[in-house]
């Protein structure tokens, strides 16, 4: 399994460790959705790209370019599952950049949703005071959000 995103993987490490034992956890703050091409290639090209992917950027600026989801679940390819995380924050590009999610997973049979947006809407206090990234108990509460996304493949 392999995780690929920006602070919140980073500050959410921790608790994906401990919920999937072994996975790659590749999150570095202020990561955008135009460095995930480069990032999924290199996974690839390096042999570290598990058989199940997740993807979480858009924190930090939506996702401007909406051909980069495609081109990124193109190159990850039919065969690996791969989870997208829905963005929460203050920002107004919130809205938009979860549709875009919600869209590819409605086209693509190995693309399923972890619906971080239904989960801190309602859950503040599982966030730091920034109100968008996971506090430490949110981590893991981040953590089995996607757990759930993958349990809608029927494995993990």
């Known amino acids: 399994m392999t995780f690929i995103g920006d602070s919140r993987i980073a500050v959410s490490a921790p608790g994906l460790m401990q919920q999937f034992p072994g996975a790659v956890i590749d999150g570095v703050p202020n990561r ?4 995930a091409e480069g990032l999924v290639r290199s996974h690839l090209d390096d042999g570290t790209l598990g058989p199940c992917v997740v993807l ?3 924190t930090n ?5 909406p051909g ?3 081109r990124v679940l193109d190159m990850i390819g039919p065969d690996r599952d791969v989870v997208l995380v829905t963005i929460y924050g203050q920002s107004t590009f919130i809205e938009a950049a979860n549709q875009l999610l919600w869209d590819q997973a409605k086209k693509r049979p190995n693309v399923r949703i972890a619906d971080w947006y239904a989960i801190a809407s309602t859950r503040p206090d599982l966030l730091q005071s920034d109100l968008t990234h996971p506090n430490i108990p949110g981590g893991t509460v981040f953590a089995e959000t996607i757990e759930r996304a993958f349990q809608g493949f029927g494995k993990r």
């Open 32 to 35: 955008k959705w135009d460095e």
């Open 56 to 58: 979480d950027f858009g």
């Open 61 to 65: 600026g939506g996702i401007p370019e």
């Open 68 to 70: 980069v989801l495609d």
